[in-house]
């Protein structure tokens, strides 16, 4: 329910690429689209029209009051006018400009095979809270891997979708071996596979989507970092798990 444009405003023709939840509003039937969206002026009033009317929400929530507890185990009830005013963080555009994500990077390219973790950074919107993603359905990590760097095979029902910016490497994927160079996308956890990771003498850069804060909001992001009879976990609904980071950090500056 966003305007949004798309300007080419250079010489050679650009590619990017995009996500959309338009798919799965066709698939409810709910698919809702403007041919004409307002703009501008046009917009700014119809923003108008709904500050104007936030007094009233105000004061309906008030009259309603807040949740009441129901017995002694936490449960509550909660008046109708919460359920159409729900409590709500902005969602705003963001822009993650590659210069300055790129000054993060050798951070996570220095760390070598036996930390038990992934060298990357997520591209965070915070408007996601506790789901850790980059909108609330869907997280884009940049993985900047060493030369040589070989990853612990782990299992998640999350899905990895994985385009290789630079580098080349392979993943291991439910017992296939997958090898991947720049421009390559690979689809390496369709739902609990077991997979791992590793880069070849060149290292690899890689932007990695997965529905990780989906499986968050639906309580089903279930996942076990050590696949050799390490706990499963639901991670966002309980403690989770850790890396050896700290011990890796003090071997590099001993
Ligand atoms: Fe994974």
């Known amino acids: 329910m966003r305007v949004e444009t798309i300007l080419n405003n250079g010489t050679e023709p650009f590619t990017y690429v995009s996500y959309s939840n338009s798919p799965l509003l066709r698939k409810l039937e709910v698919f809702y689209e403007e041919y004409d969206p307002a703009e501008g002026e046009e917009a700014a009033a119809d923003s108008q029209i709904a500050s104007t009317y936030s007094s009233k ?30 409590d709500f963080v902005e969602s705003r ?42 909108t609330f359905s869907f997280f884009a990590t940049i993985t900047a891997a060493g030369p040589n760097f070989t990853g612990p095979a782990h299992k998640h029902v999350s899905a990895a979708i994985n385009y290789i910016l630079d580098g080349s490497g392979y993943s291991i994927v439910d017992g296939v071996r997958l090898e991947w160079g720049a421009g390559d996308i690979m689809l390496s956890a369709p ?53 050896n980071l700290a011990t890796v950090q003090n071997k590099t500056t001993a």
């Not at 050798?106 to 038990?116: A, D, E």
């Not at 408007?127 to 993603?133: H, Q, Y």
Request: proline residues 7%; charged residues 15%; glycine residues 14%.
């Open 93 to 134: 555009p963001l822009l993650w400009q590659w210069d300055e994500v790129a000054e993060h990077l050798g951070i996570v390219r220095s760390l070598k095979t036996g930390y038990t973790g992934r060298p990357l950074w997520c591209l965070y919107n915070p408007a996601t809270g506790i789901r850790n993603g980059t």
């Open 191 to 243: 739902g609990w596979a077991p997979h791992g990771h590793a880069t070849k003498d060149d290292g690899a850069v890689i932007l990695t989507i997965q529905d990780h804060p989906l499986h968050i909001g639906m309580e089903s992001l279930i996942w076990q970092e050590d696949i050799k009879g390490g706990p499963i976990l639901t991670l966002g609904s309980e403690a989770g798990f850790g890396t």
């Open 57 to 86: 929400i105000a004061s309906a929530k008030e009259a309603a009051g807040g949740a009441i507890p129901v017995g002694d185990s936490g449960a509550m009830l909660l008046p109708y006018e919460h359920l159409i005013d729900p």
